[in-house]
């Protein structure tokens, strides 16, 4: 998410512990890292746009446009593999930093406004919005008139709680738990002297530890070594729908074990990357082969389990476990490739860049019930499914976008989210 701004960029640079030449370098990275991760959320806005369009809607979205497109199937596919494994990859990036930068109570303060807060006052009126956009979607399919069975209510209990999209910020949440205890565990050993003498004794064995986790961040096969925890916890999932991978906690309070190891891996790989920046270079190098691979291997996925979306679970047999190692490789080398791509063309300031970043969070917590409302409003025309698409995707990211810059970006809900801005500037009154 949001977990670091233009703000702590410049105060990372100019911390005592780097100097002025690395501190630089990461200034100018740190440019590519926010494009990429707008870049994340705005595909969910695609992500969804396009899921009244496939085939078999009706089985898992509110909306069931009659207009249907199997190119969209491989599209949506290739996107689940990596967005959100992406994110929390330069999540737990920007979290380390925030840690160094603001230290532990700096940095629950303000994890707690820009993710708890928006959580805790969002959920509900955002929840609220969907419910009006289900019942909007379900007038316009039957002419005009409600159902005569309401849809099942859910429950509110932890194990039946709709979080629906803000699912990323809970797990964001479980995540920061442990990140923060055992920064403070460590940093507590350090000011007691305990690290120290540990680090005497042990400094051997640690030196080939870090040898060894250095060569698996930059060597050649790191995609596939990390794709193994992903791919057994995936495996032994009893009814996994594979076609859409990870399975999320948006309707639980209880992740599952493969969202715990999928993302908390990812998180946990950012969070070390900072420490080891050194692998943007290699990656900046290697991001052509790192997307190749990735296109090939979630081809290949796709050519296992069909262009069709579809529901039922993968039998759990040997195929099953070479589709989840497959599957989680993808993920890993789009990482890898797209941070690479990204760093090596986007690493310098720009204004648009900016401000698409910063509008990304507010764009992504609020447009889900824009796009059902879009979807139902349009489902019943006769236009291609392509106009329709354009026309749900920019009429969505038109209100967010004009809602972001005279309702958030220079307003007290732009200072939750992003942060503290200047105001905006005003023209001076003529006198003539």
């Not at 969070?271 to 050194?278: A, E, K, V």
Request: proline content about 6%; hydrophobic content about 55%.
């Amino acid at each position: 998410m949001h977990t670091a701004t233009h703000s702590v960029t410049r105060s990372v640079t100019d911390s005592h512990t780097l100097n002025a030449p690395l501190a630089s370098r990461r200034e100018d990275r740190l440019h590519g890292l926010d494009a990429l991760r707008a870049f994340a959320l705005l595909l969910g806005v695609l992500l969804h746009a396009s899921m009244s369009f496939l085939p078999g809607a009706r089985f898992f979205w509110v909306v069931n446009d009659h207009e249907k497109s199997i190119l969209l199937g491989p599209v949506f596919f290739m996107i689940h593999v990596f967005r959100m494994p992406l994110f929390f990859m330069l999540a737990g990036f920007f979290a380390h930093m925030g840690l160094q930068k603001k230290g532990v109570s700096g940095f629950i303060r303000d994890r707690a406004r820009r993710i708890a807060l928006p959580l805790l006052i969002g959920w509900p009126l955002i929840f609220g919005i969907i419910v009006a956009a289900v019942v909007l979607a379900a007038r316009i399919r039957l002419g005009g008139n409600l159902p005569k069975q309401s849809p099942p209510i859910p429950s509110f209990t932890p194990g039946d709680f709709p979080l629906a999209h803000l699912w990323f910020l809970y797990m964001l949440l479980l995540l920061y738990i442990p990140s923060v205890a055992l920064w403070t565990l460590w940093t507590s050993s350090q000011a007691s002297g305990l690290a120290n003498r540990l680090n005497m004794q042990l400094s051997k064995q640690l030196d080939k530890v870090g040898e060894l986790i250095t060569a698996s961040l930059t060597g050649w096969a790191a995609p596939f070594l990390l794709a193994v925890p992903v791919a057994l916890a995936l495996f032994y999932i009893p009814y996994w729908t594979n076609w859409f991978g990870v399975p999320t906690p948006d309707q639980s309070l209880y992740p599952s074990l493969a969202a715990w190891v999928s993302f908390g891996m990812a998180f946990s790989f950012g969070w070390l990357l900072q420490s080891c920046q050194d692998v943007f270079d290699r990656w900046k190098k290697r991001w052509a082969w790192h997307l190749l691979m990735a296109f090939a291997l979630s081809s290949y996925c796709l050519l296992l389990v069909g262009m069709v979306p579809r529901l039922m679970p993968a039998p759990h047999d040997a195929d099953k476990l070479l589709y989840a190692f497959l599957y989680a490789a993808a993920a890993w080398h789009f990482c890898f490739g797209l941070t690479g791509l990204g760093l090596r063309y986007m690493n310098q300031a720009s204004p648009a860049l900016r401000y698409v970043a910063d509008a990304s969070y507010w764009i992504y917590l609020i447009h889900l019930p824009l796009i059902m409302a879009a979807q139902a409003c349009v489902s019943r025309s006769d236009w291609h499914w392509l106009l329709k698409l354009m026309v749900v995707l920019c009429s969505t990211l038109l209100l967010t976008l004009l809602s972001y810059h005279w309702l958030v970006r220079y307003t007290w809900l732009g200072a939750v989210l992003n942060g503290k801005r200047a105001q905006r500037l005003t023209r001076a009154p003529q006198h003539g």
